[in-house]
């Protein structure tokens, strides 16, 4: 909560949102039980993904699945068992699950003030090639690599780089005063959330203060660029559109 009423550091504007938590309101969702869900990005805003924000409380568990969607589910704090077809796993913080189209799945026994964040889309199928299996990993099992050769700027790529994957979800590692290496303008979209530190993020062609906690939309081709300030390092997680034809 800010102390100066009227004001926030969230704006939405038609091609980026950055969204600070101190705006964050909860909607209940269909498969989420007993659980606080904030829809953070959605199609509403004109994204072609979801992200949301789930607090589980006691007994809280999401369930679905059995139809084209796709979920990606990191675990920001706490824990909780993850359920797909056959496949069950025990995620702790930092643990994450792919759960592919076609099979139902549960999240569930989650520890006391779990947080989850989602990234959920419709699959698009690649003809010829096969939709992936359930992923489980965690990131601390995933090794960074330095971003175009920066070894400031580390990234991890939490899922394979394969043509059957339709989206990415990376995490950056920035020192201090690291930055991207140029303004990137694509034609992918992303999803992300600061997950430690700050830094000062451009969007299209404005330049925002960002924290742990705030989640930012970048819609196509807007313009962004980033640099961790302060004295830690900042962290980022983030989803990108990839592997199919846009033409
Ligand atoms: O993967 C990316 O496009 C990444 N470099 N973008 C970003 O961090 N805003
Ligand atoms: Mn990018």
Redesign the pocket.
């Known amino acids: 909560m800010t102390d100066l009423f009227g004001f926030t550091r969230s704006v939405v504007k038609r091609n980026y949102a950055l969204l600070s938590p101190a705006g964050f309101v909860a909607s209940s969702l269909p498969g989420w039980a007993n659980a606080q869900v904030v829809a953070v990005i959605t199609p509403v805003l004109g994204a072609r993904f979801c992200q949301l924000l789930v607090t589980l409380g006691p007994d809280g568990s999401g369930t679905g699945g059995g139809n084209g969607q796709e979920l990606f589910v990191f675990v920001l704090e706490g824990s909780a068992h993850v359920q797909i077809g056959d496949s069950t796993a025990a995620l702790a913080t930092g643990g994450y699950a792919f759960l592919p189209p076609g099979l139902a799945y549960r999240i569930a026994g989650a520890a006391p003030g779990t947080r989850l964040l989602v990234f959920q889309r419709e699959y698009t199928p690649l003809a010829g090639v096969a939709a992936p299996e359930p992923i489980f990993g965690n990131e601390h099992e995933v090794t960074g690599a330095p ?1 175009l050769g920066d070894e400031a700027a580390m990234l991890k790529l939490l899922l394979p780089d394969t043509p059957a994957f339709d989206m990415a979800v ?1 995490i ?1 590692t920035f020192q201090p005063g690291a930055t ?1 290496p140029f303004v ?1 303008t ?1 034609v ?1 979209e ?1 999803g ?1 959330m600061m997950i430690k530190g700050q830094g000062i993020y451009r969007l299209d062609s404005d330049w925002y203060p960002v924290q742990n906690g705030d989640v930012v939309w ?1 819609g196509p081709y807007c313009p ?1 660029w ?1 640099v961790a300030t302060g004295k830690e390092t900042a962290r980022y997680i ?1 989803y ?1 559109d990839v592997n199919r034809s846009v033409v």
């Open positions: 971003f990376n950056f991207l990137e694509h992918m992303h992300m970048m962004q980033f983030y990108k």
